[in-house]
């Protein structure tokens, strides 16, 4: 069993900033990728930002210069720094993590349960 704990969410004004964290932890694994999704009310589910084993990234262009993802591999955790937050950048926002079990084939993917952060005009 795998678990992504997310943390970090809450309220924030316009300009403001948000650090979010995602931490997996459970039977053994090792990480392919981690990443952030968000949501809106009647809006599909979109991505924000990704990060491989390697260290690349990836970026939606709306939060390209205002967010940076980053890892910390000790403690199985992805962070997402959200910095000059919008209000268009109110979501629910989910951690995503495709993981390689130690003693099993295949690649798996887990969700987290998801986030709220508001941004105020």
């Known amino acids: 069993q795998v678990q992504l704990v997310e943390s970090g969410g809450g309220l924030v004004q316009a300009g403001g900033s948000l650090r979010l964290s995602c931490a997996a932890s459970?039977?053994?694994?090792?990480?392919?990728?981690m990443g952030w999704y968000r949501q809106a009310p009647g809006k599909q589910r979109e991505l924000v930002a990704t990060?491989?084993?390697?260290?690349?990234?990836n970026y939606a262009d709306s939060v390209k210069g205002r967010f940076t993802i980053y890892r910390d591999n000790a403690k199985n955790t992805v962070v997402l720094q959200m910095n000059s937050l919008k209000p268009e950048d109110t979501a629910v926002y989910y951690c995503n993590a495709h993981l390689l079990p130690t003693y099993y084939s295949g690649t798996y993917e887990f969700w987290g349960q998801g986030t709220q952060v508001t941004v105020s005009s």
């Open positions: 990060i491989t084993s390697g260290g690349s990234t």
């Open positions: 459970g039977s053994p694994f090792s990480i392919n990728a």
